[in-house]
């Protein structure tokens, strides 16, 4: 399916002793095309002489080359190892002009030095030695690196290309005036199917008062020697001899947890990046605000840790639920309502939304409302970007049996036919 994308001509300059480090450019070039070209709208287009010029009589070769390609390219790579390369009767080499009017152009160097080994009786010690008066006196706008490997070029250049990349975007906004970055929002998500639901919420919330809770029965009337003895399971016959021991106070934890249940409300986080570059290394950093004293914040594997087992010992949820991700949850010390929440992304790439499961509960025994003051980091992000959002907590005050809660849940009828 054809789409419409911004194009970027990128030059490979360079003499004739880094023919493989040529071919490994234009190749990352056309990975990261296959990579990212559809998603972000862009292409980069690799241009080379051998490629991208044609003869013409009567000039010299490099002001043909010049005029067709070096004038509207809009990034150079150079590549050097000990060569610097042949006199054009202007400059000294081919590269150095291309260099050279690239750069007083204003448009972005980026210089590359192979350190490999080379037999000294290949080494051309006069070219060696321009080569070395040039590096000397690199460019303010170059972008100097030094490479031992083949691979270790490929692995520069694949990350120095997407940095470069930014500079050229901003670059293309109104003349160079405009302002490129990820531009990412930031709102709540709908826990279930972690579609946004925007930046403002209302959640309603039930606070269950337990009338009779010093009624409530203990758990487990059996000592463990006639529940083994009564047991036709015979695993539950080995996990008891190994040395559970019968939680008492199930009874009285389940309600415990029904009451968190009604009061805490998962809430979800989501997130787009509307911008033309891709996003890594987010860290998002929230500040949550309340005048209310008694709002608890909880993480999903905390909220989980509620569930009450019949056994003691049991530890059936662990701290970490699979598939999601733990957000950082600390209540600010010294401050009434105040909590300060955190999480990072590896990356969001352009156009794309993404609902992290980052989820939190948000519970309280009286209403009030929540404001989140929110910083996001990125590694594309010239500075962080700041969103607020509000969320209204409406709670019920209900006064309950816990008597009632056990049978309605018919947490008893299990006991008995245990």
Known sequence: MSYDAKVFRILIAS??????????????????????????????????????????????????????????????IGIFW??????TGI?????????????????????????????????????????????????????VENYSTQVEFRDKLAKQIEMQLRNLLNDSIEGGSGSIRSDILLE????????????????????????????????????????????????????????????????????????ADKMFSPVDFWLKNQGALGAKDLYIDIKVESDNDELVLLTYSEFESKKPSRNRGDNIFPSKHLGYEEISIEKVEGKIGEWELSFELNALQPKREICPDEVIYIGSTKPCSLKFSATIYADSLPEPIHHILEIKLDVKVIEVSGLDILNESGSFESQESA
Request: proline share 5%; with cysteine; charged share 35%.
């Open 15 to 76: 003499p004739s002793d880094v023919t493989a480090e040529r071919e490994i450019a234009v190749k990352t070039i056309q990975e990261w095309n296959d990579l990212n070209s559809p998603e972000r709208q862009i292409v980069l287009l690799p241009l080379r002489w051998e490629t991208h010029t044609a003869p013409e009589f009567g000039k010299r070769p490099q002001e043909v080359i010049n005029r067709q390609m070096v004038d509207h390219c809009d990034l150079l």
């Open 82 to 87: 000990t060569r610097i390369g042949s006199p």
């Open 91 to 143: 400059k000294e080499s081919g590269t150095l002009e291309e260099i050279d009017r690239v750069a007083s152009s204003g448009k972005p160097v980026m210089l590359y030095f192979s350190k490999e080994k080379k037999d000294p009786d290949d080494i051309d010690t006069e070219q060696l030695l321009k080569l070395r008066n040039f590096k000397r006196n690199t460019y303010p706008k170059a972008l």
């Open 188 to 259: 709540f998500a709908d826990a279930k199917s972690g579609d946004s639901i925007g930046e403002k919420l209302d959640l309603n919330t039930e606070y269950l008062t337990i009338s009779d809770f010093e009624k409530i029965p203990d758990y487990g009337t059996e000592t463990e020697q006639e529940r083994i003895v009564k047991s036709k399971d015979s695993s539950l016959r080995t996990y008891i001899v190994s040395g559970s021991r019968t939680n008492k106070d199930y009874y009285r934890d389940l309600v415990d947890y029904i009451v």
